[in-house]
Nanobody
Framework: QVQLVESGGGLVHAGDSLRLSCSVSVTTLSRYNMGWFRQAPGQERQFVAYIGRDVDNIRYEESVKGRFTISRDDAKSTVYLQMNNLKPEDTAVYSC?????????????????????WGQGTQVTVSS
């Protein structure tokens, strides 16, 4: 069973930065497409970013472009989400997810339903 564990969340002020980490219990992370999603209270889960098995295959949700950076270290079985210039509207529970869809396209990688494995989430709260 693949397990994902997020860390790095917290309470920060607007304009601050956080780096989220997602540790995955596999030795071959390179087989997995990885995504970050977030869910604010009373709202549906929202796509934030993905990084495919090809590290050049990256996409961001529009509101985080230029502020968030997703990366992966397959040797450490860890995926990161560097979040800069945080805003109050970024407040949510952030979860990482994984799937092994081969040749996955943009629709698959932006769709939370296409991800098989999920972490428990980490809370990010940004005060104004």
């Amino acid at each position: 069973q693949v397990q994902l564990v997020e860390s790095g969340g917290g309470l920060v002020h607007a304009g601050d930065s956080l780096r989220l980490s997602c540790s995955v219990s596999v030795t071959t992370l390179s087989r997995y497409n990885m995504g970050w999603f977030r869910q604010a209270p009373g709202q549906e889960r929202q796509f934030v970013a993905y990084i495919g098995r090809d590290v050049d295959n990256i996409r961001y949700e529009e509101s985080v472009k230029g502020r968030f950076t997703i990366s992966r270290d397959d040797a450490k079985s860890t995926v990161y989400l560097q979040m800069n210039n945080l805003k109050p509207e970024d407040t949510a529970v952030y979860s990482c997810a994984a799937n092994v869809i081969p040749f996955a396209g943009v629709p698959d990688l932006m769709n939370s339903r296409k991800y098989t494995y999920w972490g428990q989430g980490t809370q990010v709260t940004v005060s104004s």
